[in-house]
């Protein structure tokens, strides 16, 4: 069964520091792109960070600096470090993963920031 995993959201105060984690099976990790995405409440959902398989990343303008993609083919996991975040960075966190026509989701995390 292909499918992936997100764990690690929770409630963080604002400053503070979270690291999603997604943990694929059933398919060939390595080949594929790997993305997190998120979506707050009323709004789209949006590309925050993706890194393709020779490991090369790419952030939201909103994100850079404070994010960190990163993903260990060994672990078939793929990694979001989030740093001095924002209330603003409240939402659910998806992952994906993608190769050629072929995309899957992952059920979504929730990350809460808030004093």
């Known amino acids: 069964q292909v499918q992936l995993v997100e764990s690690g959201g929770g409630l963080v105060q604002p400053g503070g520091s979270l690291r999603l984690s997604c943990s694929a099976s059933g398919l060939i990790f390595s080949m594929y792109i790997m993305s997190w995405y998120r979506q707050a409440p009323g709004k789209q959902r949006e590309l925050v960070a993706v890194?393709?398989?020779?490991?090369?990343?790419n952030y939201a303008d909103s994100v850079k600096g404070r994010f960190t993609i990163s993903r260990d083919n060994a672990k078939n996991t793929v990694y979001l470090q989030m740093s001095s975040l924002l209330p603003d960075d409240t939402a659910v966190y998806y992952c994906?993963?993608?190769?050629?026509?072929?995309?899957?989701w992952g059920q979504g995390t929730q990350v809460t920031v808030s004093s």
């Open positions: 994906r993963g993608s190769k050629l026509q072929f995309e899957i």
């Open positions: 890194i393709t398989p020779g490991g090369s990343t």
